[in-house]
């Protein structure tokens, strides 16, 4: 069995600073809690119009983090050049448009595979893992492996949004398929996007999923408990979930 691994996603701290601006609260520190609470990387989104993280964000927690560094980006110049910049231990590569409140769904691999080529070697040619933020669709996975991409990260977001018990069930047997065909073709396979204390279990459960990210719950439960108390909240969760199908 896998180890399950978390990847902590400090974007809305950000994001709260910014609402008012100066240097209150600092992603980096939130970074550093997490770090020390055992989380087993740091996920920032350097989105085009920078709403939540910052270039100066990106450069301390590049120069300053001990554990991996996902750097989620668009796939354009602007954020390769960063990239190739700071050498971070992954790129994720994700879909983006500026009227979106978050990242709404997967890249189209199949279908920008030509677009994708160019960012996909050039990130690896660097010695940067590439992951691709995916739908749970065979032919985006299949679409992964041909580009050469290390990993694939399934978005979660249909699954935990789902109210309706049989349309949620529908959505996780999507993504528990995903998994198994992304580890038939040799793809790290990884899983995010919406994920609370009522949904990671079932995925944390999934035994072909060796990593969760999770950002914007952790970030509003660390309101009311602090974030590394709603932090290990979460790895408790998640490990009992990987244990009880040990």
Do not use: W
């Not at 279908?111 to 065979?138: C, M, W």
């Not at 999934?206 to 932090?231: D, K, Q, R």
């Amino acid at each position: 069995m896998k180890k399950l691994r978390l990847g902590i996603n400090i974007d809305h701290v950000a994001t709260i600073r910014n609402a008012r601006g100066g240097v209150h609260p600092d992603p980096l520190r939130a970074a550093r809690i997490a770090e020390a609470a055992g989380a087993d990387g740091i996920t920032a989104h350097l989105r085009e119009d920078r709403r939540h993280i910052s270039d100066g964000d990106i450069t301390r927690l590049a120069k300053e983090l001990t554990i991996p560094l996902n750097f989620e980006m668009a796939a354009t110049k602007e954020m390769l050049d960063i990239a190739l910049s700071h050498k971070p231990h992954a790129s994720c590569l994700v879909p983006e448009k500026r009227e979106e409140r978050t990242t709404e769904g997967g890249l189209d691999v199949a279908g920008g595979h030509n677009t994708l080529q160019y960012y996909v070697e050039s990130l690896k040619g660097s010695g940067i893992r590439v992951s691709l933020f995916i739908e749970a669709d065979p032919r985006q996975i299949e679409a992964s492996h041909r580009l050469g991409a290390d990993i694939v990260e399934i978005h979660t977001g249909a699954y935990c949004d789902a109210d309706d018990p049989a349309q949620r069930q529908a959505e996780f047997d999507r993504i528990q398929k995903a998994a198994a065909l992304a580890e038939e073709f040799g793809l790290e396979c990884h899983a995010g996007h919406g994920l609370t204390y009522g949904t990671v279990s079932p995925i944390a459960a999934i035994p072909t999923i060796v990593e969760l990210n999770i950002g914007h719950f952790l970030i509003g439960e660390a309101i009311f408990s602090g974030l590394e108390p709603a932090m290990l909240k979460m790895r408790k969760l998640m490990d009992d979930a990987r244990q009880a199908v040990a």
